[in-house]
């Protein structure tokens, strides 16, 4: 990611020295000159712009291996316990009741709510009785 950033910052100079030629008081006159500096500072501008949607694009890749890696991690800790899923804690402790139905359909983690002696699942009314 910093070499992406070191390459925007290099191009922004560049366009700069670009733009500082082709208004230079020295004299050039000549329109191919120009016309060529244009073009320059043109594809530099397109570099440029290529490097922020490369920048871009690998910030949203970070982001989406940053979530799949905390869900694998979740993932690892799952523990099957009967009618329902439970977490693993730092301790090694299982806690929570999480809807057996959500997790392998849709992996999703939604917590169980006590009612009465059951506990159901408010998004898909999964109702299961825990032993413990
Ligand atoms: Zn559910």
Redesign the pocket.
């Known amino acids: 990611m910093s070499d992406i950033s070191i390459g925007i910052a290099a191009l922004t100079v560049a366009v700069d020295i670009a733009k500082g030629l082709k208004n230079a008081k020295i004299g050039i006159t000549s329109s191919k000159y120009k016309s060529e500096i244009s073009e320059l500072i043109d594809k530099l501008l397109k570099s440029k712009k290529e490097m922020y949607s490369m920048y871009e694009e690998i910030s949203t890749k970070n982001d989406e291996i940053k979530k799949l890696k905390e869900k694998l991690e979740i993932k690892s800790k799952m523990v099957y316990v009967g009618p329902y899923y439970q977490l693993e804690n730092a301790e090694g402790k299982l806690e929570g009741y999480y809807?057996k139905?959500?997790y392998i359909s849709d992996n999703l983690l939604?917590p169980l709510d006590k009612e009465g002696e059951s506990w159901i699942?408010g998004?898909?009314n999964?109702r299961c009785y825990p032993s413990n």
Do not use: D, G, Q, Y
Request: net charge positive; with cysteine.
């Open positions: 809807c139905v959500c939604m699942c998004k898909c999964t």
